[in-house]
């Protein structure tokens, strides 16, 4: 017999995204979300350009509002609503009404965990209360615009260099802040290999940003609860504002006891239907761990693709339909003021740490015909299993028209293609798009030749 | 026992391709080109431009002079000689020295004929000497540019609205020329679908371009040899230049009595590795026939990319080696002022002649988030077969950073993917460079549903 009640809980991404499926689908099915912030289905990859006042008003970050869910989609969502407990025996959720400071508890037939993730706090004994900001909610870019305006703070430290650090350190760059950034290891990206990642170093140099790289972030300094400065263990960097950017971290605490399985770092486990282990329980979103097809292994990533598309397959199911997600191949893109940035598939220390035999090169190669205006450079790196010539992992930087030629390599990745094969697809060509040879297939043509 | 001297007809992109190939696997191997205009290996897709003065001079567009070929690789180069002549069972061929005007016949062990095409000029009573241009080669070129900088022609009349029509009516309007053109088929690009070749057709006339559909060009009028106005089967135009959109020809005249085989229109009839019927004969570029992998039948068509990879393909095995190509999807891309036009596969005309059951659909989304600055309309039409789901064509009209999106829908049809696998696609996202679901993936979502 098909299940009355849905919960979900999260209203952002996945979670509206499954809710939007399941009413589509069943029309009088009764769905409940709920939201522990006052806003929903927005952008959360929009914030650095709101921070950066690119974007004027956070409300063009939003899809649909509480609202418009309630009234054109007749879901019910209670917004300020934040989950506490989930009773997986008793099919029943323990909620927070943060605004009445009430709990309930509400019973449910199919539930949803949607919570996505937050910014790694680090767990330091000196954690001022202004001052240091994470970017993870609109709320939470809310809070520091709103800091930004009225306090006109000169410098910023940002923690970690990965795409939520690069992009921030472009928005608060914008603002007229001087920026510095911390990385653990010895350039920005780790998700690139240490020559691509060195070339986004320098490129974040020229742009401007002070890179203390090979530098652990120790403790914060403050005085009256307010940011001072930043220590590392080779400085102390003082600092208006700290933004950290040391990865998100799955929103899963409220589910200790809850017997649905979770992975190590806390996201939890769900099969490609977006199944917990516990009947009638799916999971979806920045919460949740997806298969790499690449590595055949499983990770966590924070990512609105993601989020969209397992949140449709969470609704799919929910609503009695019968979808499967395949999993992801590692595709990611930043933009960091005029530079493009782009990644997918393994990177050199995922193929040692798998024991995977490969060969990489690495060509510069120009967008357009180089005789045509606005050519501008792009470097490909391509890597591919040893002797197959299977691609194994891409990697692509250059300032204009660069980064989304990594959509190949995600296709090529996804069906198991070959550099041959990369090489032989007809792909579109005119002076002002490419070269004949795409830089992508530049780079196989160099690269088969090592197989 | 390997052959000793290789000659190749024809020493732009497919010719030298070969020629550079076969240089670098067999360093002391006798190679001889001959190439009937001063020119070697230069981007005939960069002609436009040039007449535009986008680009400043033809030198631009070239990337190898005869005599780099000639020091730099020891290649044999012939410039100004043209075959006239080939004697398969001699294996010789006559080629008449146009500076000497003399005829020779030159022996070979291996020949590639690699000629290209020409633009095709109707056959009709009323030809002019001055005032009709066709673009075929870079001479074609040089002479419409010196013609257009010298006697500061006012009107155009462009004759086809194939992407060399919609090219140089671009070159044409920044060129300052009032520009008309005359069309067979009630749009231009014949190779979209009529809903997405009408969008393309309301693009022009925005740009300025007058558009004569459904009308046929009979003749030309002229005065003293010099062109004075088009006839079409509805009107006479006054023009002081025409410029022949009207397809490209096979240049493979001289092959009569060879004993080659050719294709109804002309093109010659090679196997994947580039053979012709005849023993140790090879063919590439815009002279040959290829393999349409997604119609299963072969086509004429001339563009830099299978003229690159065909030559490249011909290269290797005139070298010994072992390479084949697999052949195209149908891939285009052009650009016209700020409009860019992509397509690949099949499109519905293609279906119903072959029988094949399809679906279609066309969106409207955008090629960045809606709120992030310079976000711009991109309009994506997906075929796809009737229960099965695999994708058949693909067609992008938009207005900057569309057109590339193609790609994967190349790749996609290369390897035959469904809709659902594009759904499933691990696409790069972030503001700046699309959204979420990324519009040919929301073109999929959509389609999926009539399959």
Redesign the interface.
């Known amino acids: 017999m098909m299940s009355n009640i849905l919960v979900i809980i999260g209203g952002d ?1 996945a979670g509206m995204t499954a809710a939007s499926k399941v009413r589509r689908e069943q029309p009088d099915r009764k769905i409940i979300v709920f939201e522990k912030s006052a806003h929903t289905s927005y ?1 959360a ?2 914030i650095p ?1 709101f921070i950066s006042q ?2 004027e008003t956070y409300q ?2 939003i899809v649909r509002t509480p609202e418009e869910f309630r009234t054109q989609y007749n879901i019910d969502v209670r917004t300020m609503h934040k989950a506490l407990e989930v009773d997986t025996a008793k099919k029943r959720v323990r909620v927070l009404d943060k605004t009445a400071q009430l709990e309930l508890w509400q019973d449910y037939d199919q539930l949803m965990i949607a919570t996505g993730g937050k910014a790694f706090c680090p767990d330091v004994s000196e954690y001022p209360q202004v001052g240091v900001f994470g970017i993870s909610t609109l709320k939470s870019g809310i809070k520091l615009e709103a800091y930004l305006e009225e306090y006109r703070p000169r410098t910023a430290v940002i923690i970690g260099g990965g ?1 939520i650090g690069l ?1 921030m350190a472009e928005a608060l760059l914008i603002r007229g802040l001087s920026v510095s950034l911390i990385n653990r290891s010895g350039q920005v990206m780790n998700t690139l290999d240490t020559d691509m990642g060195e070339l986004v170093s320098e490129a974040m140099r020229k742009l401007g940003v002070t890179l203390y790289l090979n530098e652990e972030f120790v403790n914060f300094e403050s005085e009256n609860n307010k940011l001072k400065a930043v220590v590392t263990n080779k400085r102390t960097i003082t600092t208006d504002i700290v933004v950290l950017g040391m990865g998100i971290t799955p929103n899963t605490g409220f589910l200790k006891g809850s017997g649905i399985s979770l992975a190590k770092k806390g996201a939890i486990m769900v099969d490609d239907r977006m199944q917990t282990n516990i009947a009638d329980v799916y999971a979806a979103g920045d919460c949740i761990e997806v298969l790499n097809m690449v590595s055949g292994q499983h990770m966590h990533i924070a ?3 993601v989020a ?2 397992t949140g449709l397959v969470a609704g799919t199911n929910l609503a009695g339909g019968n979808a499967s ?11 960091v003021c005029t530079y ?1 940035v ?1 990644r ?1 598939g393994l990177q050199e220390k995922d193929l040692d740490k798998l024991k995977i035999d490969y060969v990489s090169t690495k060509i510069e190669s120009k967008t357009r ?5 606005g050519s501008k450079g792009i470097t490909v790196k391509l890597i591919a299993e040893k002797g197959t010539g299977r691609l194994l992992g891409g990697q692509i930087i250059g300032e204009e ?1 660069a ?6 390599l ?6 198991n ?1 070959t550099l041959q ?1 990369i ?12 070269l ?3 830089p992508v297939q530049a780079a196989a043509r160099k690269l088969i030749d090592q197989v």
């Not at 015909?369 to 205006?373: I, K, M, R």
């Not at 995600?410 to 069906?415: E, R």
């Open positions: 991404a952008s990859c929009g350009y690119i974007v063009e970050l795409y992009e990512l609105g693709t969209n598309k997600f395949p999993g992801v191949v590692g595709t990611a893109v930043c933009k493009e782009a997918t015909a180089g005789y045509y205006p028209d980064a989304k030629r990594v959509d190949v995600a296709a090529a990745l996804t069906h293609l094969n090489i032989d697809l007809d792909l579109s060509y005119a002076p002002p798009f490419s004949v040879w795409d």
